[in-house]
């Protein structure tokens, strides 16, 4: 026979059997409810469950070969150095402080650093672990906490090695005058940060010493250095120690920074002639910074003035580099006869202002005592070149001009030869000279101005030269100035050498009482390679 299907059996149990069956279930199911509050803690009844509120790492090292950061109830993350020497055999104390209803019955931590530690069964509650030499991280390290009914609370730990040293940098202004120099500096760690940052210097040619400056905190700062030496060169480097103890390096050689500490202002000098026949004449000046001072100022380096007659100092040229300059025969007054006096002063590249020198002074005169023979008496004119060839005679087979660049007075100077002749081949071979007659008076002098170019080498009579020579009334010749190159190394490829504006003085006294002639040469010799060409000006006659 078959049996029939299970629901028909189940349909077959009768009334009271299926209310035991009901009431099963029903209990049951309030078990279900109820189990997942016994196993996340205790029945409410028996109080919460135990809790880290606070947890902290510590060394018995006297430095900062452990640094905790500020930990969370939870954990994170702790900087440690175990270098021998240094964190190496640290003893390192794991705190917490923790809350419960129940008694705790133990703090324990995991394994680590290579110990096992057992655990704390009473307040306050500690862990501790030695550290040993060259250890490496230690992730996610437990520390736990159980109480009496055996419930519990962790924090986890990840001890970082970091055995690398900060990096800083020092920065100080190039010169300085004050009584203090200003030392700016910032470092960077990248593991567990700067901790202190201090000052090194060291003195011209003396050893590596720590500023006596206070320990700076942060990334950045400043350090004020009061040096401890005379005027002279400090070098500066910073050394920063992080908070697990790692030391940069100290400093060798330069370090990072260095300034001329230089508290001495530079002093000046002006040079004129006694006395000038002329409406214009050259005013030169020059300062000295002593050593170990820091050079004259590359910019605005003096300041020049002028007294006529003792009517007061004015200021004649102010803020310049330049180091003579061309007095009248308009600017900055019209020259005429009488004393003018001029002083400067200067100012190094630490800013000193030296004070005004004593005063240089010359005399323009324009009174001249003609000889006996007045009536073939002549005097020099147009030595300024601002009239073209007035008063000159002039020719050779090399160019001449009359040109506005170059002028060292006034606004035109004379050209001797030509800068556009080839240097390969292309001169033409012979002199340009300029000549022009006076008389020469007791005591008088010849004074000029000259700026020579050249591709070629002095050497005598053999190659190119700038020569001015004096011709008496007889025709004879006397050289009295030869100039060009007398620097090696020339030719087309390189540029053309500079002498620069010169000046020449020749005495005429034994010329006196005669008429003579100046003349200037610029002379191409040899071949007709390299080029020389010759710039003149402010040529004068004055009586002493």
Same mark, same amino acid.
């Given at each position: 026979? *078959?049996?029939?299907?299970?629901?028909?059996?189940?349909?077959?149990? &009768?009334?009271?059997?299926?209310?035991?069956?009901?009431?099963?279930?029903?209990?049951?199911?309030?078990?279900?409810?109820?189990?997942?509050?016994?196993?996340? +803690? #205790?029945?409410?009844?028996?109080?919460?469950?135990?809790? %880290?509120?606070? /947890?902290?790492? *510590?060394?018995?090292?006297?430095?900062?070969?452990?640094?905790?950061? +500020?930990?969370?109830?939870?954990?994170?993350?702790?900087?440690?150095?175990?270098?021998?020497?240094? +964190?190496?055999?640290?003893?390192?104390?794991?705190?917490?402080?923790?809350?419960? =209803?129940?008694?705790?019955?133990?703090?324990? +931590?995991?394994?680590?650093?290579?110990?096992?530690?057992?655990?704390?069964?009473?307040?306050?509650?500690?862990?501790?672990?030695?550290?040993?030499?060259?250890?490496?991280?230690?992730?996610? /390290?437990?520390?736990?906490?159980?109480?009496?009914?055996?419930?519990?609370?962790?924090?986890?730990?990840?001890?970082?090695?970091?055995?690398?040293?900060?990096?800083?940098?020092?920065?100080?202004?190039?010169?300085?005058?004050?009584?203090?120099?200003?030392?700016?500096?910032?470092?960077?760690?990248?593991?567990?940060?700067?901790?202190?940052?201090?000052?090194?210097?060291?003195?011209?040619?003396?050893?590596?010493?720590?500023?006596?400056?206070?320990?700076?905190?942060?990334?950045?700062?400043?350090?004020?250095?009061?040096?401890?030496?005379?005027?002279? @060169?400090?070098?500066?480097?910073?050394?920063?120690?992080? #908070?697990?103890?790692?030391?940069?390096?100290?400093? /060798?050689?330069?370090?990072?920074?260095?300034?001329?500490?230089?508290?001495?202002?530079? =002093?000046?000098?002006?040079?004129?002639?006694?006395?000038?026949? &002329?409406?214009?004449?050259?005013?030169?000046?020059?300062?000295?910074?002593?050593?170990?001072?820091?050079?004259?100022?590359?910019?605005?380096?003096?300041?020049?003035?002028?007294?006529?007659?003792?009517?007061?100092?004015?200021?004649?040229?102010?803020?310049?580099?330049?180091?003579?300059?061309?007095?009248?025969?308009?600017?900055? %007054?019209?020259? %005429?006869?009488?004393?003018?006096?001029?002083?400067?002063?200067?100012?190094?590249?630490?800013?000193?202002?030296?004070?005004?020198?004593?005063?240089?002074? @010359?005399?323009?005169?324009?009174?001249?005592?003609?000889?006996?023979?007045?009536?073939?008496?002549? &005097?020099?004119?147009?030595?300024?070149?601002?009239?073209?060839? =007035?008063?000159?005679?002039?020719?050779?087979?090399?160019?001449?001009? %009359?040109?506005?660049?170059?002028?060292?007075?006034?606004? #035109?100077?004379?050209?001797?030869?030509?800068?556009?002749?080839?240097?390969?081949?292309?001169?033409?071979?012979?002199?340009?000279?300029?000549?022009?007659?006076?008389?020469?008076?007791?005591?008088?002098?010849?004074?000029?101005?000259?700026? /020579?170019?050249?591709?070629?080498?002095?050497?005598?009579?053999?190659?190119?030269?700038?020569?001015?020579?004096?011709?008496?009334?007889?025709?004879?010749?006397?050289?009295?100035?030869?100039?060009?190159?007398?620097?090696?190394?020339?030719?087309?490829?390189?540029?053309?050498?500079?002498?620069?504006?010169?000046?020449?003085?020749?005495?005429?006294? #034994?010329?006196?009482?005669?008429?003579?002639?100046?003349?200037?040469?610029?002379?191409?010799?040899?071949?007709?390679?390299?080029? @020389?060409?010759?710039?003149?000006?402010?040529?004068?006659?004055?009586?002493?």
């Amino acid at each position: 026979m *078959n049996k029939p299907p299970f629901q028909a059996r189940i349909g077959c149990v &009768s009334r009271g059997r299926q209310a035991l069956a009901a009431m099963a279930i029903a209990l049951m199911i309030t078990l279900g409810a109820m189990l997942p509050l016994i196993v996340r +803690g #205790r029945p409410l009844s028996q109080g919460t469950n135990p809790e %880290i509120t606070a /947890i902290e790492v *510590n060394s018995d090292k006297p430095s900062y070969y452990v640094y905790d950061p +500020g930990l969370l109830a939870m954990g994170g993350t702790v900087y440690f150095n175990g270098l021998a020497g240094e +964190g190496a055999g640290q003893t390192i104390t794991v705190t917490a402080s923790i809350t419960g =209803t129940n008694p705790i019955s133990a703090f324990a +931590g995991a394994p680590a650093f290579g110990d096992t530690p057992g655990p704390d069964m009473s307040e306050p509650w500690i862990v501790t672990y030695t550290v040993e030499a060259d250890a490496s991280d230690q992730n996610g /390290i437990a520390f736990t906490v159980t109480d009496s009914l055996s419930f519990t609370d962790t924090a986890v730990i990840t001890f970082t090695k970091d055995i690398t040293a900060p990096e800083s940098n020092a920065t100080s202004p190039e010169y300085e005058k004050d009584a203090a120099i200003t030392v700016t500096w910032a470092a960077s760690d990248i593991l567990s940060g700067v901790e202190v940052t201090r000052l090194w210097y060291k003195y011209d040619g003396e050893n590596w010493s720590s500023s006596a400056a206070q320990p700076q905190s942060g990334i950045t700062g400043t350090f004020v250095f009061t040096p401890a030496n005379s005027d002279g @060169t400090y070098y500066f480097a910073t050394v920063a120690t992080d #908070r697990a103890g790692n030391v940069e390096a100290e400093p /060798i050689g330069d370090g990072d920074d260095s300034a001329v500490y230089d508290t001495t202002a530079p =002093t000046s000098t002006v040079t004129v002639p006694t006395q000038v026949c &002329s409406f214009k004449f050259l005013v030169n000046w020059s300062a000295e910074d002593s050593e170990p001072g820091s050079g004259l100022a590359d910019s605005g380096t003096y300041d020049v003035q002028y007294d006529y007659q003792d009517r007061g100092w004015e200021n004649w040229i102010v803020l310049t580099t330049t180091t003579s300059a061309v007095f009248g025969p308009t600017e900055p %007054i019209d020259v %005429i006869s009488g004393t003018y006096c001029f002083r400067a002063r200067a100012r190094d590249l630490a800013g000193n202002e030296g004070d005004y020198s004593s005063g240089d002074c @010359t005399r323009v005169v324009f009174k001249i005592f003609l000889p006996l023979i007045t009536r073939n008496y002549k &005097s020099l004119t147009n030595g300024g070149f601002e009239y073209d060839w =007035t008063g000159w005679s002039r020719g050779g087979e090399l160019s001449q001009s %009359i040109v506005t660049m170059g002028a060292e007075c006034g606004n #035109r100077a004379a050209l001797l030869g030509n800068p556009g002749y080839d240097c390969s081949n292309g001169v033409p071979m012979g002199c340009a000279w300029m000549r022009q007659g006076f008389t020469a008076l007791p005591n008088s002098k010849l004074s000029f101005f000259y700026r /020579i170019f050249s591709q070629d080498q002095l050497s005598g009579e053999k190659y190119d030269s700038f020569d001015v020579y004096v011709i008496d009334s007889q025709g004879n010749r006397e050289l009295i100035l030869r100039d060009g190159n007398t620097t090696p190394g020339y030719g087309c490829d390189k540029p053309a050498y500079d002498s620069g504006w010169k000046n020449f003085e020749y005495d005429l006294g #034994r010329y006196a009482g005669q008429n003579v002639t100046v003349s200037f040469e610029n002379c191409s010799r040899h071949d007709n390679w390299y080029n @020389t060409w010759t710039y003149v000006d402010c040529v004068s006659v004055s009586i002493e």
